[in-house]
């Protein structure tokens, strides 16, 4: 399985600005994903990430609020921008391994006020 | 819609006793299920997972049994213990998505 790491681990951040959210794997992955996690809720897909495209959003999702960066296998960014506190959940990325299965990291707690 | 419909919502079990949280879906297209489970606090860890042309897997104290022609699967939690209480979540693959059920939350009273 892969190590994924995520930056920052949580932040409170004033509506109306933005927020970077980093996503580092240990080995060099293909496909990577975000998904959002609203409190108490399932997880919801928001866009997959292959390196060397631009990514591919759900439906709901839109790039001028969820910009995404792929520069390389191993790294990601999701931009969560003009926030409002509907936008406060927790932000994870995750991986796909070799079969299938996903990987993920331990989540961006973001609270929007 | 949820594609992927889970239940029950939670559930309560004494320690050494059976959990079991069930999932059914329409698609036909979902290839590979996994299980993960989720602590406060931290992301989703895969715990397992089956592909539709097997009935069961078994990985310790889990087993997922699976019923293509019901279109259903479910989690078995044998032996329950108070350190697997957490939020259990079904998913579905279908081209590299996964869809996520509800999630069921279990709680095992020591």
């Known amino acids: 399985s892969a190590v994924i790491s995520q930056k920052p681990s949580r932040d409170i951040c004033q509506r109306g600005t933005s927020l970077t959210i980093q996503c580092q794997v240990d080995s060099q992955v293909t496909m990577m994903f975000w998904y959002r996690q609203q409190p108490g809720q399932s997880l919801t897909l928001i866009a997959t990430a292959n390196q060397g495209s631009e990514a591919t959003y759900e439906s709901g999702f839109v790039i001028d609020k969820f910009p995404i960066s792929r520069p390389n296998l191993t790294f990601s960014t999701l931009t969560v921008s003009n926030m409002s506190p509907e936008d406060s959940s927790i932000y994870l990325c995750?991986?796909?391994?070799?079969?299938?299965?996903?990987?993920f990291g331990p989540g961006t707690r973001l609270t929007v006020t | 819609q949820q594609q992927v419909k889970q239940s029950p919502q939670s559930l309560i079990v004494q320690k050494g006793g059976i959990s079991i949280i069930n999932c059914a879906y329409e698609?036909?297209?979902?290839?590979?299920f996994p299980w993960y489970q989720q602590f406060p606090g931290k992301g989703p860890a895969l715990l397992i997972a089956?592909?539709?042309?097997?009935s069961e897997k078994k990985e310790g104290r889990f087993t997922i049994s699976f019923n293509k022609s019901a279109k259903q699967f479910s989690l078995h939690i044998m032996d329950s213990q108070p350190g697997d209480s957490a939020t259990y979540f079904c998913a579905a693959n279908d081209d590299y998505k996964l869809s996520f059920g509800a999630g069921t939350t279990v709680t095992v009273r020591a």
């Open positions: 698609n036909t297209a979902f290839d590979y």
């Open positions: 089956i592909r539709p042309d097997v």
């Open positions: 995750s991986v796909r391994g070799g079969w299938d299965e996903q990987y």
